[in-house]
């Protein structure tokens, strides 16, 4: 064996003899134990390769008794010195994680208009990166690692210069000029136009746009100017109005004077912001502020006994909207439209059904029944009696809502005849008996034995279903009680 090693040692709890006295259970259990142990008891596999160190003579057998030590050395990048590992009781060899310590590069220092940022630490294997300040762009590499040179550590990178961001000179305009008295334009540099004035000092243009501009930065911090520069516009005239993804319907043409008008339209599948149209106005401005298209719909078409919501001017790409139906009608079709990126609705519109009622089927005796050519919600069956008879109920039925369901409102009525005859006291009405009394049919009354009938004896059924005036009763024709009365008291 290569390396330093101190005589294989047995610790006294290191290999506890299996409890064969117990039964099979136990004993099997222990076998069982013994079998899992990744290592036999009692050794150690060869250590793994560290990353930190290694050993200072290379390793050949594949296990060690335990107690055996190996002698180890720090790998360069990390400070070099010499250590120990040693096979432990539990077949695991001594920690080395904290054997080896990183050598670290030097803390380099802030490039000028810069700043550096160490991540964790400056050790061997990390990485430091570089910013520079506003205004500025990194010439070279954005980051350093510190990495082995020779014996020692050094970072792979130079630090990187920060370079000042300029901007091209600004762009010239017809008709005007640029205040500025630099040559060098460097960001954050405002630069601000003027109109050339006329002769005499009266004014010929009209600024049109942002007077001032100032120099910024792209995204790849190349530099560039925060806008258009403006334009000096002959006075009472306009600069062609632009609209990005819209087209001039009217009053597109070369000059455009003062009180001219424009109509815009959007392309398609975008949707208007602002007015439809503009004015020149006095000082060379679109008046009111020219409209502005983005990608949307215009609002989904309407229907007939229907809504959508959210009723709004317009639509994104994407937008939904929801369509409903007034109660007594049925949506047909899709309940909800989305905005496509086309700028139309998809799928298509639904529309509004009315709701029918069950069909009518009741007869109606001694009268009829009127139906309606259709029986939506709201239809009216009307009821009417037979001449001779009347209408006992409602003389009509609606269908209407209740709920979400529709329903005829009203049962069937009755049609009458005249009831049945009064009745008389002591006496009664004699003809045929029939369920049905029609108009001018007659009832004639007579008195029990010992009555006398009084009055004309006979009511008659009128047109308008009641009975003629009854005005007749049964007498006594005796008065047996009549000679008692008020003596006896
Ligand atoms: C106005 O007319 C010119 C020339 O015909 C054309 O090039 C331009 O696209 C038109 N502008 C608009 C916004 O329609
Ligand atoms: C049935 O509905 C109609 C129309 O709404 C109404 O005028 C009538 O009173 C209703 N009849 C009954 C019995 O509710």
């Not at 117990?22 to 004993?27: R, S, Y």
């Not at 001039?248 to 339209?265: A, E, K, P, Y």
């Not at 502020?289 to 809504?307: A, D, K, M, W, Y």
């Amino acid at each position: 064996m290569l390396g330093a090693s101190s005589p294989r040692t047995l610790e006294p709890g290191g290999t506890p003899a299996p409890p064969l006295s117990l039964c099979c259970g136990g004993a099997l259990l222990a076998i069982l134990m013994l079998l899992a142990l990744p290592t036999a008891w009692g050794q150690c596999k060869a250590p793994e390769q560290f990353s930190s160190a290694r050993p200072t003579t290379p390793i050949d057998e594949s296990e060690f008794p335990i107690g055996t030590s190996l002698k180890y050395e720090c790998r360069p990048g990390f400070i070099r010195r010499q250590f120990l590992i040693t096979c432990l009781p539990n077949s695991e060899w001594t920690d080395v994680s904290d054997k080896c310590i990183r050598k670290a590069c030097n803390t380099p220092p802030d490039p000028l208009n810069g700043r550096v940022h160490v991540q964790t630490d400056t050790q061997f294997g990390s990485t430091i990166t570089y910013t520079c300040n506003q205004g500025f762009r990194l010439l070279g590499p954005s980051s350093a690692l510190c990495i082995l040179s020779g014996n020692t550590v050094v970072w792979d990178n130079e630090a990187p210069d920060c370079e000042r961001i300029l901007c091209e000179p600004p762009p010239a305009i017809p008709n005007g000029e640029i205040l500025s008295s630099s040559e060098d334009f460097q960001y954050g540099m405002v630069v601000t136009y003027r109109c050339m004035p006329g002769p005499r000092g009266k004014k010929q243009f009209n600024l049109v746009g942002e007077p001032s501009i100032y120099c910024t930065n792209d995204p790849d911090n190349n530099g560039m100017w925060s806008g258009p520069p403006p334009q000096c516009i002959t006075v009472n005239t306009c600069a062609p109005p632009s609209v990005k993804d819209a087209v001039m319907v009217s009053g597109n043409r070369s000059l455009f004077s003062l009180h001219d008008t424009v109509q815009f339209q959007c392309q398609l599948g975008f949707v208007m912001k602002g007015p439809t149209s503009v004015q020149c106005g006095a000082l060379g401005k679109w008046e009111p502020e020219l409209p502005s298209c983005s990608r949307g719909c215009q609002p989904p078409p309407g229907i007939l006994h229907g809504q959508y919501t959210p009723s709004v001017d317009i639509f994104s790409v994407g937008q939904e909207v929801f369509y409903s139906c007034e109660p007594g009608y049925d949506l047909s079709g899709a309940a909800s439209l989305q905005c496509t990126p086309q700028g139309d609705w998809s799928p298509e519109t639904p529309t509004c059904a009315v709701k029918l009622c069950d069909d009518f089927t009741s007869q109606l005796l001694h009268g009829h029944v009127e139906l309606p050519p259709s029986l939506q919600f709201g239809a009216k069956v009307t009821f009417s009696c037979d001449e001779g008879f009347r209408l006992k109920g409602n003389s009509a039925s609606y269908c209407i809502l209740a709920g979400i369901k529709t329903q005829w409102n009203s049962s069937v009525p009755v049609c009458e005849p005249c009831p049945h005859p009064p009745t008389i006291q002591n006496g009664h009405h004699i003809g045929d008996y029939t369920s049905s009394y029609l108009p001018g049919m007659k009832v004639s009354y007579i008195c029990d034995p010992g009555y006398l009938l009084v009055g004309r004896g006979f009511i008659f059924c009128t047109h308008q279903r009641t009975w003629s005036k009854f005005d007749h009763y049964c007498k006594e024709s005796q008065k047996p009680f009549s000679v008692l009365p008020a003596l006896s008291f």
